[in-house]
């Protein structure tokens, strides 16, 4: 009789749990399992916890064992298997009296006579982002074409006006306070560049190095990247300058760590090691990157202390997971589940930070006039977050301190061409 509740409270939530969204996005979730559960198999049910407490399950056998949370020698005890089941709140006060923080962790059941079963779990900070503000650069007659994040707070935008029948470009500093962006007037003494009528420039920030990409027209009328930012602020960094041997630079990215940055021509991704002396030290071309119009970004999305490259691509996606040797290697495993969680979304733009403060970086993606953020989980899966308000054919994503606040969530900044605007969504999660 036990075993006969057992199996229909399986198949019960199962068929409860799948007829949602998320085996859509996710059909390797354990809820979408339509098949018997092994008895010796334990399932933990979310494997994603807030640190604020969440409602857990815990599957293992048909027996009984004791349950306990565990992280670096902490643990918290959470009860006992009844028939193989436990569903415990885990709260808050839980974590905090056992000291058990964010990051990874593991649910450990001990049974009698049988060795101890772990399953990993990951602890975050649900972001609290409030609602986008923006401003119209079409109203200073100004396009934006690059932004970044300064390291005191609020944001320098790379921005573009018509001059004489050509166009000018020029930084512009921009100040982010509670409902409102101001433009405070151009900075670095409004430096201009030379006409472009192609391709706009694009400038990443890597720690105090500002970095500008921008048309070349000494070379043929190509796209290459031209560095020389102590041109902008000579207190910012060393003169730096550097054309590849390739055309037609179409997007950036850059890592959470300041370590890499990645160039995307026409059809591949080419990666640059920085060091202290360029931030263009050491080429690598990544074998498999070859859709066209792909978006990319850098981070580490599965937790082994190495950047990853993520590229989109038509709502395709494609995971170079790093490789001790400093190369990146093609995952199609990962490509497919992230693909999946993309749900068949056409990104515009993307970007990869550690947005839920859970140790591993996540993915900001673009598309439509929305936003949406995509966790890697612990089992190589990927979850996305509900929408959040974007604007327009968002081109450009940057992550970081937009506000200047050290113990909060990162901020999301965008910047749109089409739509001419920039905005942000600061986000107010503490820990």
């Not at 809820?31 to 604020?52: A, E, F, K, N």
Request: charged residues 15%; contains cysteine; hydrophobic residues 40%.
């Amino acid at each position: 009789m036990t075993l006969f509740r057992l199996a229909l409270f399986g198949l019960t939530v199962a068929m409860s749990s799948c007829a949602v969204s998320l085996c859509d996005k996710d059909p390797t979730d354990p809820r979408c399992d339509q098949s018997p559960v092994s008895p010796d198999t334990l399932q933990v049910l979310p494997i994603r916890i807030p640190l604020s407490g969440e409602h857990i399950t815990v599957r293992l056998g048909i027996g009984t064992g004791t349950v306990v949370l565990r992280q670096n020698g902490k643990e918290v005890a959470l009860g006992t298997l009844s028939d193989g089941v436990l569903q415990v709140h885990v709260t808050d006060q839980m974590l905090s009296q056992a000291m058990i923080t964010l990051g990874d962790a593991k649910i450990v059941v001990s049974r009698p006579s049988k060795a101890d079963e772990a399953a990993a779990i990951r602890l975050f900070v649900e972001p609290a982002f409030d609602p986008i503000i923006s401003y119209d650069t079409k109203q200073d007659g100004e396009t934006p074409e690059g932004l970044v994040i300064k390291p005191s707070a609020g944001l320098w935008g790379y921005t573009s006006f018509p001059r004489s029948g050509s166009r000018a470009q020029h930084f512009v500093e921009y100040q982010v306070m509670p409902g409102i962006i101001t433009a405070r007037g151009p900075s670095f003494g409004n430096n201009t560049f030379a006409a472009w009528n192609e391709r706009p420039a694009r400038t990443v920030r890597q720690g105090a190095r500002l970095v500008g990409f921008s048309r070349d027209l000494f070379a043929m009328n190509a796209d290459a990247i031209q560095l020389d930012t102590c041109a902008f602020s000579t207190e910012l960094c060393s003169a730096v300058s550097a054309t590849p041997d390739f055309t037609k630079v179409l997007g950036l990215a850059s890592d959470s760590k300041g370590t890499m940055l990645a160039v995307v021509s026409d059809s591949d991704v080419f990666v640059y090691q920085s060091s202290d002396q360029s931030p263009l030290d050491r080429r690598l071309s990544v074998s498999g990157s070859t859709s066209v119009g792909q978006k990319a970004a850098l981070g580490d999305i599965n937790g082994d202390g190495r950047i990853d490259l993520v590229t989109l691509s038509d709502g395709n996606a494609s995971v170079f997971f790093g490789q001790q040797s400093g190369s990146f290697a093609l995952d199609a495993t990962a490509s497919g589940k992230l693909t999946t969680a993309l749900a068949g979304s056409v990104p515009t733009a993307v970007s990869s930070a550690d947005i839920d403060l859970d140790g591993i970086d996540d993915l900001v993606v673009a598309s439509g006039t929305s936003l949406q953020i995509i966790y890697p989980l612990p089992n190589g899966s990927y979850t996305t977050s509900a929408p959040l308000s974007g604007l327009d054919g968002t081109d450009i994503i940057t992550i970081g301190a937009v506000d200047g606040k050290s113990n909060s969530g990162p901020d999301i900044a965008i910047s749109s061409q089409k739509a001419q605007r920039i905005a942000v969504l600061v986000n107010q999660s503490t820990y």
